[in-house]
Every structure is written in C-alpha cells, then in structure tokens.
C-alpha cells in the first residue's frame, strides 16, 4: 500500500467523524503514526513494527505519557487508532501483516479472488472463487522498497479534500 493511502484514508476518516481534528494541529499531527509501522523497511527490520508484540506497549507508553504530560488521553487514542488502520489497510491489500513477529515470522493478508462472470450457468452472472481467502506467507526480508504514490493514493487524497472541505463547508448537518 501507497504512502498517500496509508496517510490521507484514515485523516478522511477521522475528520468525518470528528471535524474538530482539522482545527488541532495536535491531532492532525497524530497522522503521521500511520506510517510508523513501515519504519522497519527503513531500520531493515521488516515485520517488527506491525508486530502486536511492539504496538501494545508502544500504545500502552503512549496512553501513560499523555496521563502523566496532559492528564488527558486524546491524542493517544487517536495516534492508536492511526497505528491499527496502518495494520487493517495492509491486511486489506494482501499483506503480509506480521501481528506476532518475531515469535511468528509469517504475516497475513486478505486476497479477494472471486471473479464476476457474465452468461454463465442458469443466471446470467455468477461468481466463482471465493470473496475473500486469509493467506499466510513468510515475512520479506529483503524488502527496502516502499511505494510512493498509485491510484488509491491519489483517490484517497481527494477523498480526505472532499470530507475536509465538506465538512467545514457543512458545519453542522446539512441534511437536517
């Protein structure tokens, strides 16, 4: 998955949720942890910031530095939230997302091979294949590459504009 994706899919969602974000440089600041999992491609220790065995406690720290700095625990929920959608968006996109490395080293992923047929069978569409299969493969250690920018990067910065703008165009519910 893309650097876009992973940053501006889960800002879109979060200001959808919660406009005010846009107006916390703080919280928006929080975005940024959606890339830190991919920060064992740069230290060459792939798998082991999608581990659980380090985000836990990585949150937990969090969680405790925002208690004892702030007496609050905005920012630590939102920066734990950024992390998990780093790991949902990989596992989407086929994966290898290591949760249990390095005690497990494989990872895993979602692949969606059903293909939509047309006049075929008694219907005039049917599906063969499975929607969605769980795959395990082995943890890449040679991977140092990370992809910049690809289509569902551009749409998701359009996206993140579109509910941004929207949303303080419409500062209350336009539909109301």
Same mark, same amino acid.
């Given at each position: ?7 501006? =899919? ?8 919660? +406009?005010?974000?846009?107006? #916390? ?25 999608? #581990? =659980? =065995? ?67 069978? =008694? ?6 294949? +499975? ?46």
């Amino acid at each position: 998955m893309d650097f876009l994706t992973h940053v501006c =899919l889960p800002l879109a969602a979060t200001v959808a949720i919660a +406009p005010s974000v846009l107006r #916390s440089p703080p919280k928006l600041a929080m975005g940024a942890f959606t890339l830190f999992p991919d920060v064992d491609k740069l230290v060459g220790t792939e798998g082991l910031f999608q #581990s =659980l =065995l380090v985000l836990v406690p990585l949150s937990l720290a969090l969680f405790g530095i925002e208690h004892v700095v702030r007496g609050t625990r905005v920012l630590a929920t939102l920066a734990t939230a950024f992390l998990a959608s780093h790991l949902v968006l990989d596992l989407l996109d086929g994966g290898p997302v290591t949760l249990l490395y390095p005690v497990v080293e494989s990872g895993v992923g979602l692949r969606f091979p059903a293909v939509l047929t047309f006049g075929d069978g =008694l219907l005039p569409v049917s599906i063969h294949g +499975p929607i969605v299969a769980l795959e395990a493969t082995p943890v890449p250690t040679d991977q140092r590459e990370y992809t910049f920018i690809d289509g569902i990067g551009v749409a998701s910065v359009l996206l993140l504009v579109t509910v941004a703008v929207g949303r303080s165009y419409f500062e209350e519910d336009p539909c109301a």
